[in-house]
């Protein structure tokens, strides 16, 4: 009785202090899940992500921005194995060569080319999300006395990013070039590219007139 008395008590010590040991890693194990995907950065830590210098303000900030990526790599890994089935399906060698076994079917059968249907409208979703991917900024960044803005773009990967530079005045309204929902979101910098942009996304809501030309800063006004 003694002798598993005293087994105990350093077997105790032991797992207390393994546990206070553990603790800060597994602190940092619960931190890194799939939930902190979707965690708000730091304005800080934006702009050292997109390269931006200290002097430029972050006036705009897409809520779009996770879903496209998550939509980039789901429909790009969906691709490669649809197309590596087209591939297995189109070089499918015969199962009886040698005998001459009279086909019950003269004309193709809807499972037959049901795989290129799939890869068909794999490659539309596909060519969707890449349309909005290059028309939707999911930061835009201001340089008030420059009068200088610069638009960060999700490149064609998700690990890569685009940048637009453009003056104050250059964006103007193109809802008449839209015939999808979103027509009301419809800018296009000039001599550039049309964007896809909500109000509701802007710091302030005076900010994107205040981009468009059509109001005067407040603030710079001040000074």
Request: aromatic fraction near 14%.
């Amino acid at each position: 009785m003694y002798l598993t008395q005293i087994i105990r008590v350093p077997c105790r010590l032991l797992s207390n202090l393994t546990s206070s040991k553990l603790a800060p890693f597994k602190q940092i194990s619960q931190r890194r899940t799939f939930f902190n995907f979707f965690k708000k950065p730091r304005i800080e830590e934006l702009k050292l992500k997109d390269n931006i210098p200290d002097e430029y303000n972050l006036i705009y900030k897409s809520t779009m921005n996770n879903y496209l990526v998550i939509a980039q790599y789901v429909g790009g890994i969906s691709t490669i194995a649809v197309g590596f089935m087209v591939l297995k399906t189109l070089y499918k060698p015969a199962v009886l060569p040698n005998q001459d076994i009279p086909s019950l079917y003269t004309k193709a059968r809807p499972i037959d080319n049901e795989v290129y249907v799939y890869f068909a409208v794999l490659t539309g979703i596909i060519l969707v999300i890449q349309l909005l991917v290059s028309k939707v900024p999911i930061r835009i960044y201001n340089y008030p006395k420059r009068k200088e803005y610069v638009f960060v773009f999700n490149g064609n990967t998700p690990l890569k990013s685009k940048k637009v530079y453009c003056k104050t005045g250059e964006v103007y309204p193109a809802f008449h070039n839209s015939f999808m929902p979103w027509k009301e979101c419809n800018y296009e910098i000039k001599n550039k590219q049309e964007i896809i942009i909500v109000e509701e996304n802007f710091q302030r809501p005076a900010d994107l007139y205040i981009m468009m030309g059509v109001q005067r800063d407040k603030s710079e006004a001040e000074e």
